[in-house]
């Protein structure tokens, strides 16, 4: 099947419109000139326009699409509490008049100021019904999502329960229209690059990346940086999701070695390092980027490490958002 036809199953698939797309695809030359190596290119997916939300946006229009279409009438997910997909899950779920119950791993924040992550403070904005599973492994979430559902269901709800991070392969839709959007603006700039990096954290970002790139018959390194999880986990994951959306899309999933996962998780998963926030600090003081510590920063850095300085081979990095944390992170706040 040709990239044409999965975009034409794509376009079949109900979708919510939220993000404001296509995102810019900007040349970073003030970046580029600091590291003294290959032109640094950068798609903008913090702007995306909806709820601060980043690329979580594209996965939400399909997930949430699915949601309505299947007549639901509850959104059920969850996370960590400084999830960017929880916010944007809420924010979602109310744009489409839908109600949220989010399950957050750990115990219910100190009240004081400061405690409470921005992240979670815009689901509790919307409106969003929050439960802790009062044990500090993100993992807890996971059966807790379910039991949610169920009981949710049980009591004449129509829930729609979505595991951490939207990581489906409907979902990954979302990434790959994402990647074939790029490959557009880069054969408008005539821009063929060395590699393309991104966050990937439960996995569709990278899943996403990989088989649009595939699809797309792109010769990119595509390079997902693992924020969350261990080296086999997060290739199994993405393996799982890009066969999920493959499946979905009517087309072969990427090569195995379509992907190349870098570990990026630092000290651990939502603590930032020291790498990540000295990229973060090189992005912001030359192109103003803005960039959440414990994804995007630790994304870069991976980038950073990677490219050749010896080459004129332009790189991508692909900005998917955080700024709410990002912000949290430059006022003092405490990360997970």
């Known amino acids: 099947m040709t990239v044409s036809s999965a975009l034409e199953t794509a376009a079949q698939l109900p979708r919510l419109l939220l993000a404001n797309l296509p995102t810019p ?11 003294g190596g290959p032109p640094v290119y950068v798609k903008r997916d913090d702007l995306a326009g909806f709820a601060l939300a980043g690329h979580k946006a594209r996965q939400l229009e399909f997930l949430v699409g699915a ?29 489409a008049g839908l109600d949220c119950h989010l399950v957050l791993s750990g115990a219910e924040p100190m009240e004081e100021m400061g405690q409470t992550h921005p992240n979670l ?43 951490r991070g939207g990581a489906t392969g409907l979902g990954t839709v979302g990434m790959v229209l994402g990647v074939q959007e790029l490959a557009a603006q880069l054969d408008e700039a005539g821009i063929d690059p060395e590699m393309v990096v991104i966050a990937t954290g439960s996995g569709g970002a990278g899943a996403g990346l990989a088989l649009g790139a595939s699809l797309c018959e792109r010769s990119w390194r595509v390079v997902g940086a693992s924020v969350s999880r261990p080296g086999e986990e997060i290739v199994s994951q993405v393996r799982m999701l890009a066969a999920e959306c493959a499946e979905l899309l009517g087309v072969a999933p990427p090569a195995d070695r379509g ?25 912001l003081r030359t192109e103003g980027l803005v960039l959440d510590p414990v994804y995007t920063a630790k994304a870069l850095a991976v980038l950073f490490r990677l490219m050749d300085p010896a080459s004129t081979r332009p790189v991508v990095f692909w900005h998917t958002g955080g700024l709410l944390g990002a912000a949290h992170h430059l006022a003092g706040g405490d990360e997970e």
């Open 259 to 283: 992907l190349e996962l870098a570990d990026a998780r630092g000290p651990g998963h939502g603590i930032p390092s020291a790498d990540g926030d000295s990229a973060a600090r090189v992005a």
């Open 121 to 163: 403070a815009v689901a509790q904005a919307c409106r969003a019904v929050v439960r802790y599973t009062r044990d500090p492994q993100r993992s807890s979430v996971d059966a807790r999502v379910v039991e949610v559902a169920d009981a949710l269901r049980a009591g004449g709800r129509r829930p729609f329960a979505m595991p």
């Open 25 to 35: 695809l900007i040349e970073a030359s003030r970046l580029t000139h600091a590291l």
């Open 67 to 95: 949601a309505l279409e299947a007549g639901c009438d509850v959104m059920v997910t969850g996370g960590a509490p400084s999830s960017n997909f929880c916010a944007a899950a809420a924010a979602a779920a109310s744009a």
